[in-house]
């Protein structure tokens, strides 16, 4: 019974993490010191550096499920996590009809979803006391739902003028300044 009171889902997806890199390490250095890089070599490191970022995008969400909270964004994160990892596996190991338009629109999309919630979900592992402080946690979380409709509107539309390239960089950069500056002050006005 205490073993699986220690088998979290964060606790798995960190020791996939962990052991994916491992993988990766390995296969790529067989591949560079007897390999010849072929394509099947290739598919395998990718399938394994896929098998990584899916582990690493959905902690958040795993996080978020293991201490039920915030289920409505954490539930489609860990989904769309998942979905992007298929799509990337459709495209590594597919023939070369998978290799179109659509699906290829399809896995950005998922992609953006996926990184974008739990993202936002990564911002509400922090319990910020100060009203100020939840205000920049939910800016921010509505500056990554612009940032991921611009990005996702934009690569189905294929277009991006100017003014949204602008007001898509600014987005951005108010995204790493919430991001960042969240668990700093956070912690400066708990310490004091």
């Known amino acids: 019974m205490s073993v699986s009171k220690n088998i979290k889902p ?34 395998i490191l ?3 550096a896929a098998l990584a970022a899916f582990s690493l995008i959905s902690l958040p969400s795993l996080f978020n499920l293991e201490r039920r909270q915030y ?21 590594i190991w597919g023939s070369d009809d998978f290799g179109n338009e659509i699906i290829g629109k399809s896995t950005f999309t998922a992609g953006v979803v996926a990184f974008g919630l739990n993202h936002i979900l990564l911002l509400f592992i922090v319990k910020p006391g100060a009203k100020v402080l ?22 189905w539309v294929e277009e991006m003028p100017d003014p949204l390239f602008r007001i898509l960089i600014t987005l951005v950069i108010l995204d790493v300044l919430g991001t960042i500056s969240l668990p700093i002050l956070s912690r400066i006005t708990f310490k004091s």
């Open 134 to 155: 939840q205000l920049v946690q939910k800016c921010t979380s509505v500056v990554i739902c612009f940032v991921a409709c611009i990005l996702i509107g934009t690569i």
């Open 71 to 91: 289920q409505l964004a954490a539930r489609p994160g860990i989904f769309s996590a998942l979905i992007f990892f298929l799509l990337i596996l459709i495209i």
């Open 10 to 43: 964060t606790r798995i997806a960190l020791i996939t993490l962990v052991l994916c890199l491992i993988a990766s390490a390995a296969i790529g250095i067989m591949i560079v010191l007897i390999g010849d890089f072929g394509e099947r070599q290739i598919k």
């Open 46 to 48: 990718g399938t394994v």
